[in-house]
T-cell receptor
Framework: KNEVEQSPQNLTAQEGEFITINCSYS?????LHWLQQHPGGGIVSLFM???GKKKHGRLIATINIQEKHSSLHITASHPRDSAVYIC????????????FGKGTLLTVNP | EPEVTQTPSHQVTQMGQEVILRCVPI?????FYWYRQILGQKVEFLVS????????KSEIFDDQFSVERPDGSNFTLKIRSTKLEDSAMYFC?????????????FGSGTRLTVV
């Protein structure tokens, strides 16, 4: 059974700071997802990664398959980045269903 | 137009009552899912659909739950005889081709409160 662990659980930053959120998982996967959940509850997919690195605007996601580890970076953080960031994995063969981490609550202060 | 439309956004029900949650995904999805998130906890998988059939159920998805596709376009999640511990956010989601790659899209969620 795959376990997905995230750190830190809570993160407070000042506007403009560089943010890193980490995710580790216990078994081989076919893809890892980074998701964003806003206070209203809705979940938005940010990245789906199976190897290497992806970038979208100020967000960068990396994955190291050998070490079973991924990071989400936010450059030049802004208060609107405040949200819960969730790491989730799927194992491909099992219907692509997601196994979720607990999430990291990010608060960016102006 | 949103790819996954979920209704209602909020539902309050008395313990023991039945509730039906609804979701309308875009038609060209590969997989369809129901997930739930109890307040303060991880999102958990409930059930998945592939080719109009249930492809996998979690151990949470017991006889209290049922899922249907009544008219070929929308999905319903029925929770019979609701309990206080069924209070949660319920999400439907699809795994589908988005532009040039596959990815996940979630509905906006139904916040169910059992009182």
């Amino acid at each position: 059974k795959n376990e997905v662990e995230q750190s830190p659980q809570n993160l407070t930053a000042q506007e403009g700071e560089f943010i890193t959120i980490n995710c580790s998982y216990s078994v081989g996967i076919s893809a890892l997802h980074w998701l964003q959940q806003h206070p209203g509850g809705g979940i938005v997919s940010l990245f789906m990664l199976s190897s290497g690195k992806k970038k979208h605007g100020r967000l960068i996601a990396t994955i190291n398959i050998q070490e079973k580890h991924s990071s989400l970076h936010i450059t030049a953080s802004h208060p609107r980045d405040s949200a819960v960031y969730i790491c989730a994995t799927n194992s491909g063969g099992s219907n692509y269903k997601l196994t979720f981490g607990k999430g990291t609550l990010l608060t960016v202060n102006p | 137009e949103p790819e996954v439309t979920q209704t209602p956004s909020h539902q309050v029900t008395q313990m023991g009552q039945e509730v039906i949650l609804r979701c309308v995904p875009i038609s060209n999805h590969l997989y369809f899912y129901w997930y739930r998130q109890i307040l303060g906890q991880k999102v958990e998988f409930l059930v998945s659909f592939y080719n109009n059939e249930i492809s996998e159920k979690s151990e949470i998805f017991d006889d209290q739950f049922s899922v249907e596709r009544p008219d070929g376009s929308n999905f319903t999640l029925k929770i019979r005889s609701t309990k206080l511990e069924d209070s949660a956010m319920y999400f439907c989601a699809i795994f589908a081709r988005v532009h040039s790659s596959y990815g996940y899209t979630f509905g906006s969620g139904t916040r169910l409160t059992v009182v």
